[in-house]
């Protein structure tokens, strides 16, 4: 994947995947091939790359991360906090 945005915090580069640089076709191209060529490194990553999804993006964990959120928001609001602050 190219190294932009919010990839970092989704891929650990030669962990769960492989980065490059932003718009560089070679270093992309070499990555591929490099995956091609490697069932050992294929197979690691992949298995990370799965385990990296379980773990950060499982249902239960978003559905936690969002009452979170509301709740900060509520009690951000409730106190006089920056949310939806009333006159």
Do not use: K
């Amino acid at each position: 994947a190219y190294d932009s945005s919010n990839m970092p915090e989704i891929i650990t580069h030669d962990v769960n995947g492989l980065l490059v640089p932003v718009g560089d076709a070679d270093a992309l191209a070499t990555a591929i091939v490099r995956l091609c060529n490697d069932t050992l490194l294929r197979d690691r990553l992949s298995t990370a790359a799965r385990h990296t999804a379980e773990e950060r993006f499982s249902a239960e964990r978003m559905a936690s991360d969002y009452l979170a959120l509301v709740e900060e928001i509520v009690r951000g609001r409730t106190r006089g906090g920056l949310f939806w602050q009333t006159s």
